[in-house]
């Protein structure tokens, strides 16, 4: 009797429809946006009339141009201070404060956007700091570091230690022993958080509306308040853009994780 | 083991940097968001007062705690706009998390009953869309949803509707939006639990006599506690603080807090009101959180 674990039709009628909802609207509007048409709901044949009218807006161009530099900068910062956190967290065993860091790192996570964008801001103008690349790209590092940490401190949670440990064993110093041990092992898991951290910035409209000054406006901060205007077809061109190049990303992240386990695999005999 | 101890040092020291930043741009803004719910409204940059400035000495200190009040929280309680923020809130991340735990269920079950190679495809196909741009989903829906959008070209064409139907800025395309935007959020937890499960604990239900049903409520749903409880507090608080997602789908005729906050933030720019609506937000989505830490430790001690 192994009726239950085996999968049954209501459980591939379930992960289908799932995935149909999932995918069926980005779908939708990445055909929509080859559409010649004016308007955005009658087909007009397929044409890049829309992709055209993008590259000559120059408002739009500026602010993808600053959501990719904010996106680069703090995908790199919150990488390297993601990756402290995680190895910290995972390998420090006990430290004085170490409930509030990882309750720190947590708060994040959950936090509505809202008030993390509200209370930066704050920050920022007690501070008298002048709003704009700068400081989108701190609100960012904050927020992306607790994703870079959480993926990081997964992969060093199922490590196995007594490859850190025969390093020691065999003369290295624990700082070796991390640099050339322990990263090339979490190397996938940095890569991944790298490209969260980057996806989650490209994609935030809340934090960075409350962070940025005016005259920098980041491209999810414009495509919002031409969406509020109402649909505009151009909008379908620059968020096929977007979802390309977040495929693009995805490809190559997973490419090299592809890669640094096969070089693990064919290190391992030696 | 000693190499253990060894390591453990230099991996504390790893910790300063992240530390010093959260509390900079984490702990610290909290410091000021107190601060400004404490302060009374001004019509200045910037736009409150008292301002605190440390350059200023000691008495400046002292007058400025002396000029502080509670009114912006009294206002927050006697003001019906804000009390019916919070309760709409509330209501639509309750109903909102139902629908996804509904939804999200029998997807992440079904992932788990995949073969194990099938099962990281699966994962991976859950994922994509959450790397996606959350902004361009809600847009997607816009599409669909509006007047003369697909969803009424296609029951116009199958003459299901004899005239388009108004989908868009009711809360039913804002359900939609957030169903479609947390269905990730919920499914992964349920599912990383659901895949650790011992299938032959169903198993052994199902030969001792349990119709599926009884195996699925019996066995399988009390076991999936854990991940329940993980997915339900990761789409629960974030949506009681949602703003693009009411805004840009719901009707404008009752807000949600986020919206309020942003509102009174930007459009009033009435910055202590705005921040002790956030504080109150903040003590509200605290108490979910404790109550769900405080379950996860009686688990655990009920586990040993």
């Given at each position: 009797m192994r009726k239950v674990s085996r999968l049954s039709r209501f459980n591939v009628a379930s992960l289908a429809l799932g995935l149909a909802f999932l995918y069926l609207p980005i779908l939708i509007l990445v055909i929509y946006?080859?559409?010649?048409?004016?308007?955005?709901?009658?087909?007009g044949g397929w044409s890049l009339r829309w992709y055209r009218e993008f590259f000559n807006d120059r408002a739009m161009i500026e602010a993808a141009w600053m959501s990719l530099r904010v996106a680069v900068a703090s995908a790199t910062i919150a990488t390297l201070l993601g990756t402290l956190a995680a190895v910290a967290l995972s390998r420090g065993e006990r430290f004085r404060g170490r409930t509030l860091f990882s309750g720190m790192l947590y708060a994040p996570l959950v936090m509505p956007e809202v008030i993390t964008g509200l209370s930066l801001l704050l920050l920022f103008v007690a501070l008298n700091a002048e709003r704009g690349f700068w400081t989108v790209t701190i609100a960012h590092t904050t927020l992306t570091m607790c994703f870079v940490a959480v993926v990081v401190q997964s992969r060093l949670g199922s490590l196995d230690r007594s490859l850190e440990e025969a390093a020691m064993d065999l003369g290295c110093n624990p700082v070796r022993a991390f640099v050339s041990v322990t990263l090339p092992l979490i190397a996938p898991a940095i890569v991944a958080g790298w490209m969260l951290a980057f996806t989650l910035s490209l994609d935030d409209l809340v934090i960075a509306s409350f962070t940025t000054g005016p005259g920098s406006a980041t491209l999810p901060i414009r495509i919002y308040s031409e969406v509020r205007l109402g649909v505009k077809p151009e909008i379908n061109a620059i968020c096929t853009l977007v979802i390309g190049l977040i495929a693009v990303v995805i490809v190559i992240a997973s490419l090299a994780s592809k890669l640094s386990s096969s070089q693990g695999e064919s290190a391992a005999p030696l | 083991m000693s190499s253990r101890r060894i390591f453990a040092r230099p991996a504390r020291f790893a910790a300063i940097a992240p530390y010093v930043w959260m509390v900079l741009f984490f702990l610290v803004p909290f410091a000021f968001v107190l601060k400004i719910s404490l302060s009374q409204t001004a019509i200045a940059q910037p736009p409150y007062e008292p301002v605190f400035d440390l350059t200023a000495g000691w008495e400046a200190l002292k007058s400025a705690f002396a000029a502080l009040s509670i009114d912006n929280f009294k206002l927050l309680g006697s003001d019906d706009i804000y009390v019916f923020a919070y309760v709409r809130s509330l209501t639509v991340a309750v109903t909102a998390t139902a629908l996804l735990l509904l939804i999200g269920y029998p997807i992440a079950y079904g992932m788990a009953r995949l073969p194990k190679r099938w099962q990281a495809v699966a994962m991976v196909l859950v994922i994509v869309p959450f790397w996606t741009s959350f902004l361009i989903r809600i847009y997607a829906w816009i599409n669909i949803l509006q007047h003369d959008g697909l969803l009424n070209q296609i029951l116009l064409a199958l003459h299901l509707v004899s005239q388009p139907v108004?989908?868009?800025?009711t809360d039913g395309a804002m359900y939609i939006g957030i169903v479609y935007s947390y269905l990730p959020f919920m499914i992964l937890p349920l599912y990383a639990t659901l895949a650790k499960m011992e299938p032959a604990l169903e198993e052994a239900a199902s030969d001792l006599g349990a119709p599926p049903w009884q195996v699925f409520w019996l066995v399988t749903f009390p076991l999936s506690l854990p991940g329940v409880g993980a997915g339900v507090l990761l789409c629960f608080i974030p949506i009681v603080g949602e703003f693009v997602i009411p805004d840009l789908?719901?009707?404008?005729n009752s807000l949600m807090i986020g919206q309020t906050l942003w509102l009174e933030f930007f459009?009033?720019?009435d910055w202590p009101v705005a921040s002790a609506a956030a504080i109150v937000l903040l003590v509200v989505l605290l108490l979910p959180l404790l109550l769900y830490e405080r379950l996860q430790k009686r688990q655990l001690e009920q586990g040993r």
């Open positions: 946006s080859f559409n010649a048409s004016r308007l955005v709901t009658v087909w | 108004v989908w868009l800025s789908l719901a009707g404008s459009t009033n720019k």
